[in-house]
Each structure stands twice: as structure tokens, then as C-alpha cells.
């Protein structure tokens, strides 16, 4: 099964996660503050992280920066502010979903199975093919087999997420696709999210492929119906 870190200062809950992880058969490592919590992300290389906002050190916020300039590691935010800032601000800076508390262990256990279900299909993607399927654009090239995207002459870090959500827009050129398709798509029937969640995914890809020497905007927002995938959009704002 997978390995999860759990970063949780309140001691009581995360015994409680880490309890009933162990009970489904993960593995849990936990940590209490956002110093200790970057530390074992980067040389435990967990899974996936289930990550409070709130901590001693420094908060979730950073940890998900300090943690996404290295590696792009599935991460879960946890929050108890009721506030929608929040909630978009660690979507943007890299968290693959989020969970407000006060929230029930079934409900936990199953946006961490929808995360690692994401992940392993990318793994799966990435394994050696006969044929690697290669997409590629004026200035963007996506290597759905390797899980590698270049956005002019950069490397583009991808969570799975992110990931899923570009392949899906990029091999159906043109194609526009509502937010709740894309919802049920990526992130699946058992997933609890929001059409902000998608929005959020979509601004951090478009920051993403924005590099120096990116043309422009793949992603095309088409009002009032959700997004499309235009390589001709990109080529006309250079």
C-alpha cells in the first residue's frame, strides 16, 4: 500500500489518521511542524502528504512552496479556516485538493484513495511502451509515457493532477469541456470538490506554460461553458 506522511500539530488527530490509515494498510509517517514536515518530505518521499495549514515553524502554505520546488508529490491540505483564500491559495501553490475540518475519517480515506488513484495512472503512463505517445505544439511538448512536459526550452513540473488535466485538455485540441466534465474526469465520481478547484488547477497550469520562452496560453477559458485546449490561442498571443 502507500506511504503517507501525515503533518498534523494537534497530536490527538493525527494518531487518530494515522490509526485509521494503518487500518486500510498504508504506512504513516507523521510530523508535527512545518520545519520537520519539509524535511521528510524531501528524504522520505512519501506517496502522498496529508498536510494541516496551520502549524508551528511555519504554516502548511510554505511547506507546500518549500515542498513543490523540489518534487511534485501528491499533498492533501487540511484547514480549518472558513475562509476561501485559503483554500485557493494552497490549490495554486501546488496542493492537489483540500479537506475542512471538522471532517469524517471515510471522507479522508476517500480523497486520499482518489489522489493515489490519479497518481498511480500517471505512474502507469510513465512505465516503458512499445510507442510513447508524444504531444507536441508550437512550444509545448507533452510526453504522456515519460510524464514529462517542456514549455519552451524549460521542464515543467507537473503534479498528477495537473498532469491528468493537461493530457485530457491537450489530446482533444479544440475540444471544450465543462467543468464538471472535467471534475468527474480528473479527479473522479468519489471525489468531493468544487468548480473553483478546477479553476485554481487551471491558473497554476497556465503559469506553469508560461515560462520566458513559452508562445502564450494553451488553456482557452470559453465563458459561461468551462475550458479547451487551443495551440493556435498560444501561437496567436506571441
Same mark, same amino acid.
Given at each position: ?9 494537534? =497530536? ?22 512545518? /520545519?520537520?514536515?519539509?524535511? =521528510?518530505?524531501?528524504?522520505?518521499? @512519501? &506517496?502522498? *502528504?496529508?498536510?494541516? *495549514? ?20 501528491? *499533498? +492533501? ?9 485559503? =483554500?485557493? +491559495? ?10 475542512? #475540518? @471538522?471532517?469524517?475519517? !471515510? ?10 488513484? !490519479? ?8 512505465? /516503458? ?8 505544439? /508550437?512550444?509545448?511538448?507533452? &510526453?504522456? %509515457? ?19 488535466? +493537461? #493530457?485530457?485538455? %491537450? ?11 472535467? +471534475? ?10 468544487? &468548480?473553483?478547484? *478546477? ?7 497556465? #503559469? #506553469?506554460?508560461?515560462? @520566458? &520562452?513559452? /508562445? ?23
Amino acid at each position: 500500500m502507500a506511504h503517507i506522511l501525515v503533518v498534523e500539530d494537534e =497530536k490527538e488527530l493525527a494518531s487518530l489518521v494515522r490509526r485509521e490509515m494503518e487500518l486500510v494498510g498504508h504506512r504513516v509517517t507523521s510530523a508535527y511542524d512545518g /520545519p520537520t514536515a519539509v524535511e =521528510k518530505a524531501l528524504s522520505l518521499a @512519501p &506517496d502522498i *502528504i496529508v498536510l494541516d *495549514i496551520m502549524l508551528p515553524g511555519f504554516d502548511g502554505i510554505e511547506v507546500t512552496r518549500r515542498v513543490r520546488t523540489v518534487t511534485s508529490t501528491p *499533498i +492533501l491540505m487540511l484547514t480549518a479556516r472558513a475562509t476561501e483564500l485559503d =483554500k485557493v +491559495l494552497g490549490l495554486e501553490l501546488g496542493a492537489d485538493d483540500y479537506l475542512t #475540518k @471538522p471532517f469524517s475519517m !471515510r471522507e479522508l480515506q476517500a480523497r486520499v484513495s482518489a489522489i493515489l488513484r !490519479r497518481s498511480e495512472m500517471v505512474r502507469e503512463q510513465s512505465r /516503458p511502451r512499445e510507442a510513447a505517445e508524444l504531444l507536441a505544439f /508550437p512550444g509545448l511538448t507533452i &510526453d504522456t %509515457a515519460a510524464h514529462e512536459v517542456t514549455s519552451g526550452e524549460q521542464r515543467v513540473m507537473l503534479t498528477a493532477t495537473e498532469f491528468s488535466l +493537461l #493530457k485530457l485538455l %491537450a489530446s482533444n485540441q479544440g475540444r471544450v469541456f465543462s467543468r464538471e466534465f472535467l +471534475l468527474e474526469e480528473v479527479w473522479g465520481n468519489d471525489a468531493v470538490v468544487f &468548480d473553483r478547484t *478546477i479553476d485554481s488547477h487551471i491558473q497554476r497550469l497556465r #503559469k #506553469k506554460l508560461g515560462g @520566458p &520562452d513559452s /508562445p502564450g496560453d494553451f488553456i482557452e477559458t470559453v465563458w459561461g461553458v468551462g475550458y479547451r485546449f487551443s495551440a493556435r490561442t498560444a501561437g496567436e498571443a506571441s
